[in-house]
């Protein structure tokens, strides 16, 4: 199967989601708790089409939907795609699903964003699950391969590697060995799209990694009342786990990690062991309630 193909496979298990600002494509799988995955860049939605269908058959609902500018979703040109921004979209896209409350899983720059909205709707979290990240922003330095998009020229001549057979190398360097060409072909041409992926650009050169919105979600993952982990792609070369995990663990207060196979894009590689992962976090969080009812 090709790309187009791939792509079109998949949006037909979504639907379209009218958001103020952005529309967008949800796709929702599965009966139970809801479980809302955010995707990072220079991915989309199609980064947890794996996971869905591994949440489902634990018995919760796994949901996914694609930021403004990248996937499947809107890309005008005048919208916010700062964290900020991003964050107060999606909340709007969560109340226009019908979605209240809901289990957290971020990735990538689906973190900052992710705590953001920790930070302004703590009550309708039930728990959070950390895939390979940060929470340092004031002093992230992006790695080298995705510093040039942020670049006004550079940006532009180096985004067109998603149309070449690099993109497919870099995936499998940095991402996973878990894909083939039509996967990574797919990845490529839902970045790029119909606006050649200028919105992409303008998300990179749009990352708030200042102290106080620093400050602002740490002190929110310190004063949440829910549980939380992290899960770690265990071979990630761009967010190395023994370099950024400890600094999650101290934010989140934990004491260990899970460590899985994987690179940065973990869900392609242990889709399985991440669901079981949060499932079990589900399920001694719904036991902890029932027993405290008794």
Same mark, same amino acid.
């Given at each position: 199967?090709?790309?187009?193909?791939?792509?079109?496979?998949?949006?037909?298990?979504?639907?379209?989601?009218?958001?103020?600002?952005?529309?967008?494509?949800?796709?929702?799988?599965?009966?139970?708790?809801?479980?809302?995955?955010?995707?990072?860049?220079?991915?989309?939605?199609?980064?947890?089409?794996?996971?869905?269908?591994?949440?489902?058959?634990?018995?919760?609902?796994?949901?996914?939907?694609?930021?403004?500018?990248?996937?499947?979703?809107?890309?005008?040109?005048?919208?916010?795609?700062?964290?900020?921004?991003?964050?107060?979209?999606?909340?709007?896209?969560?109340?226009?699903?019908?979605?209240?409350?809901?289990?957290?899983?971020?990735?990538?720059?689906?973190?900052?964003?992710?705590?953001?909205?920790?930070?302004?709707?703590?009550?309708?979290?039930?728990?959070?699950?950390?895939?390979?990240?940060?929470?340092?922003?004031?002093?992230?330095?992006?790695?080298?391969?995705?510093?040039?998009?942020?670049?006004?020229?550079?940006?532009?001549?180096?985004?067109?590697?998603?149309?070449?057979?690099?993109?497919?190398?870099?995936?499998?360097?940095?991402?996973?060995?878990?894909?083939?060409?039509?996967?990574?072909?797919?990845?490529?041409?839902?970045?790029?799209?119909?606006?050649? %992926?200028?919105? =992409? @650009? +303008?998300?990179?050169? &749009?990352?708030?990694?200042?102290?106080?919105?620093?400050?602002? $979600?740490? /002190?929110?993952?310190?004063?949440?009342?829910?549980?939380?982990?992290?899960?770690?792609?265990?071979?990630?070369?761009?967010?190395?786990?023994?370099?950024?995990?400890?600094?999650?663990?101290?934010?989140?207060?934990?004491?260990?990690?899970?460590?899985?196979? %994987?690179?940065? =894009? @973990? +869900?392609?590689?242990? &889709?399985?062991?991440?669901?079981?992962?949060?499932?079990?976090? $589900?399920? /001694?969080?719904?036991?902890?309630?029932?027993?405290?009812?008794?």
């Amino acid at each position: 199967m090709n790309a187009t193909r791939l792509i079109e496979e998949w949006r037909r298990q979504g639907r379209v989601l009218e958001v103020e600002g952005a529309n967008t494509v949800l796709w929702r799988m599965g009966q139970g708790e809801t479980v809302i995955c955010v995707h990072g860049v220079p991915t989309s939605g199609f980064l947890y089409r794996k996971l869905l269908p591994e949440l489902a058959s634990l018995g919760l609902e796994g949901v996914t939907l694609d930021l403004p500018g990248l996937g499947l979703a809107g890309r005008p040109a005048d919208f916010d795609y700062s964290w900020s921004g991003l964050t107060a979209w999606y909340l709007k896209a969560i109340d226009a699903a019908g979605i209240i409350n809901f289990h957290l899983v971020v990735h990538d720059i689906g973190r900052p964003i992710g705590f953001d909205v920790i930070r302004r709707v703590p009550d309708r979290v039930k728990s959070l699950t950390v895939l390979n990240t940060l929470v340092d922003v004031s002093q992230f330095q992006r790695p080298w391969v995705m510093e040039p998009f942020a670049w006004p020229v550079i940006g532009r001549l180096w985004l067109q590697s998603a149309r070449t057979l690099m993109f497919y190398f870099l995936i499998r360097t940095y991402g996973t060995r878990n894909i083939n060409r039509a996967e990574a072909d797919a990845y490529g041409q839902l970045l790029l799209r119909l606006d050649s %992926g200028r919105a =992409f @650009l +303008q998300i990179m050169r &749009s990352f708030e990694r200042t102290p106080a919105f620093e400050q602002g $979600i740490k /002190a929110a993952l310190k004063a949440r009342k829910f549980p939380a982990q992290i899960i770690w792609g265990k071979d990630d070369p761009a967010l190395r786990m023994k370099k950024y995990a400890p600094h999650l663990l101290k934010a989140l207060d934990l004491e260990s990690y899970e460590a899985v196979y %994987g690179k940065h =894009f @973990l +869900q392609e590689d242990s &889709s399985r062991a991440i669901a079981s992962l949060i499932a079990r976090m $589900i399920s /001694a969080l719904s036991s902890s309630v029932e027993q405290l009812s008794l």
